[in-house]
T-cell receptor
Framework: TQLLEQSPQFLSIQEGENLTVYCNSSSVFSSLQWYRQEPGEGPVLLVTVVTGGEVKKLKRLTFQFGDARKDSSLHITAAQTGDTGLYLCAGADAGGTSYGKLTFGQGTILTVHP | KAGVTQTPRYLIKTRGQQVTLSCSPISGHRSVSWYQQTPGQGLQFLFEYFSETQRNKGNFPGRFSGRQFSNSRSEMNVSTLELGDSALYLC?????????????FGPGTRLTVL
């Protein structure tokens, strides 16, 4: 059974601060996706990383996929109140037979205070 | 391009009843996955359908079932509802559901079992 350990579970910061969320596993993933979810809504895809060592930037958000494709991080620079939400990492099985199944981390609830 | 749609958005049922949830994927997407999201367990994979065939199933009892139609629309059914079935049920679609695929989620159906 694949597991994704996401940390921290909760993050409460002031506007303007930087933060990093981590996603770790002992399993290899063919890709890893980061989502943001608002209360009562479905997760919205932020980015997909596929290649080991890959770094992707989305405005103030920087995503990195580990060289061995087992871990990933999300770094937010100068957080804004609009960044508040639940952040989820999810991995697609590299085995090739786990069709349509993403393994999700437990999520990080980020609160950015003005 | 329209996103993933789910109906209904909210449902209230009583124990012992059954319920059917519907999902329409993004146009052109042939893989539909279903997830259950609860505060305690996070997002857990239920099953995946591709070309009207169930290719993958998570660890849920047989009371949870689904199907996919020729137009890729999917339904899931939960029979003999239990209090613990109260959750946000999410549907996600992707092009083929294998490899480094991306999944796009609908807004979810909030099921409350009384």
């Amino acid at each position: 059974t694949q597991l994704l350990e996401q940390s921290p579970q909760f993050l409460s910061i002031q506007e303007g601060e930087n933060l990093t969320v981590y996603c770790n596993s002992s399993s290899v993933f063919s890709s890893l996706q980061w989502y943001r979810q608002e209360p009562g809504e479905g997760p919205v895809l932020l980015v997909t990383v596929v290649t080991g060592g890959e770094v992707k930037k989305l405005k103030r958000l920087t995503f990195q996929f580990g060289d061995a494709r087992k871990d990933s991080s999300l770094h937010i620079t100068a957080a804004q109140t609009g960044d508040t939400g639940l952040y989820l990492c999810a991995g697609a099985d590299a085995g090739g037979t786990s069709y349509g199944k993403l393994t999700f981390g437990q999520g990080t609830i980020l609160t950015v205070h003005p | 391009k329209a996103g993933v749609t789910q109906t209904p958005r909210y449902l209230i049922k009583t124990r012992g009843q059954q319920v059917t949830l519907s999902c329409s994927p993004i146009s052109g997407h042939r893989s539909v996955s279903w997830y259950q999201q609860t505060p305690g367990q996070g997002l857990q994979f239920l099953f995946e359908y591709f070309s009207e065939t169930q290719r993958n199933k998570g660890n849920f009892p047989g009371r949870f079932s689904g199907r996919q139609f020729s137009n890729s629309r999917s339904e899931m059914n939960v029979s003999t509802l239990e209090l613990g079935d109260s959750a946000l049920y999410l549907c996600a679609s992707s092009l083929v559901g294998t490899g480094g695929y991306e999944q796009f989620f609908g807004p979810g159906t909030r099921l409350t079992v009384l």
